[in-house]
């Protein structure tokens, strides 16, 4: 097996392993009320291991000292932990570990086998562009509206809790609606809550700007065949950049020499001067 499937096979085992993990978790929430324990994993829930908790929950550890109603101490610790993996990596949770992103992308897969090359490239980038800044502004109104209120104020409408609650009584009906909305939309756009609304994708997109390893184009090998470009579920031109720095990449390494570019060495995840 050549090694650029050896890292695509990699990616979806990893993908796979985590949306596995938080689907477990949430079917355990609900054995446990029927007295049915599994260990280790009946103690944990999504709020406990879900980092952007750890971001809306920040102003009222500073300012009063608690945390957010609903709000575990565990997602600060997660928080911290996939901090460290965006200044290394750039925004790695969001292109390997996320499960809404994963089903998002799977979806997709049934929406590129309708639409084949027009997939993805339904909404003009003169759209397109200012749209990808709607996710600061959610982010912007969750943090404010959370300090402000002391409780949580996005899971209403999380499609990530609505995700993998939607069979029980304790989800809210925004959530369902947002997460339909976004299942839908995937079939026309690849990630299109990562892309316009996430608003923890808006955090762990600043990390690429500061990240350690960042995908990098050496221009004297390149040829120019944009295949990089067509890979990117993003739609980040990436072929006229030396290295990417986008808010929008989130690290799944689709466009490099070990997936998609044709030519070895050519585009790479690395450090600057790396080999």
Same mark, same amino acid.
């Given at each position: 097996?050549?090694?650029?499937n050896?890292?695509?096979?990699?990616?979806?085992?990893?993908?796979i *392993?985590?949306?596995?993990?938080?689907?477990?978790?949430?079917?355990?929430?609900?054995?446990?009320e029927?007295?049915?324990?599994?260990?280790?994993?009946?103690?944990?829930?999504l709020?406990s291991?879900?980092?952007?908790g750890?971001?809306?929950?920040?102003?009222?550890?500073?300012?009063?000292?608690?945390?957010?109603?609903?709000?575990?101490?565990?997602?600060?610790?997660?928080?911290?932990?996939?901090?460290?993996?965006?200044?290394?990596?750039?925004s790695?949770?969001?292109?390997?570990?996320?499960?809404?992103?994963?089903?998002?992308?799977?979806?997709?897969?049934?929406?590129?086998?309708?639409?084949?090359?027009?997939?993805?490239?339904?909404?003009?980038?003169?759209?397109?562009?200012?749209?990808?800044?709607?996710?600061?502004?959610?982010?912007?109104?969750?943090?404010?509206?959370?300090?402000?209120?002391?409780?949580?104020?996005?899971?209403?409408?999380?499609?990530?809790?609505?995700? *993998?609650?939607?069979?029980?009584?304790?989800?809210?009906?925004?959530?369902?609606?947002?997460?339909?909305i976004?299942?839908?939309?995937?079939?026309f756009?690849?990630?299109?809550?990562?892309?316009y609304?996430?608003?923890f994708?808006?955090?762990?997109?600043?990390?690429n700007?500061?990240?350690?390893?960042?995908?990098?184009?050496?221009?004297?090998? =390149?040829?120019?065949?944009?295949?990089?470009?067509?890979? =990117?579920?993003?739609?980040?031109?990436?072929?006229?950049?030396?290295?990417?720095?986008?808010?929008?990449?989130?690290? =799944?390494?689709? =466009?490099?020499?070990?997936?998609?570019?044709?030519i070895?060495?050519?585009?790479?995840?690395?450090?600057?001067?790396?080999?």
């Amino acid at each position: 097996m050549k090694m650029f499937n050896k890292k695509k096979f990699t990616r979806t085992a990893v993908q796979i *392993f985590f949306l596995s993990l938080v689907l477990l978790i949430s079917i355990s929430h609900q054995l446990v009320e029927k007295g049915i324990i599994i260990p280790i994993i009946s103690s944990a829930s999504l709020h406990s291991i879900c980092p952007f908790g750890g971001v809306v929950s920040i102003y009222s550890l500073v300012t009063d000292g608690n945390f957010v109603q609903k709000i575990h101490e565990a997602t600060v610790i997660l928080l911290g932990i996939v901090i460290i993996l965006g200044i290394l990596f750039g925004s790695v949770f969001c292109g390997w570990i996320c499960p809404l992103g994963t089903v998002q992308e799977f979806v997709g897969k049934l929406g590129k086998k309708i639409f084949k090359n027009r997939y993805n490239k339904f909404i003009p980038y003169k759209y397109d562009k200012p749209l990808r800044n709607l996710r600061y502004i959610v982010l912007g109104w969750v943090v404010f509206m959370t300090a402000y209120t002391g409780k949580l104020a996005f899971s209403d409408i999380d499609p990530y809790y609505a995700l *993998f609650n939607f069979w029980t009584s304790e989800v809210a009906i925004g959530g369902i609606i947002v997460l339909s909305i976004t299942f839908l939309a995937s079939l026309f756009v690849e990630r299109p809550w990562c892309k316009y609304a996430c608003p923890f994708g808006a955090v762990m997109g600043l990390t690429n700007f500061i990240s350690i390893f960042k995908i990098r184009r050496k221009s004297s090998t =390149c040829v120019d065949c944009k295949k990089c470009d067509n890979s =990117c579920p993003m739609n980040i031109e990436i072929s006229d950049k030396k290295q990417v720095t986008n808010h929008q990449c989130i690290s =799944c390494l689709k =466009c490099t020499s070990e997936i998609s570019c044709p030519i070895d060495d050519t585009l790479m995840m690395k450090t600057k001067g790396g080999k």
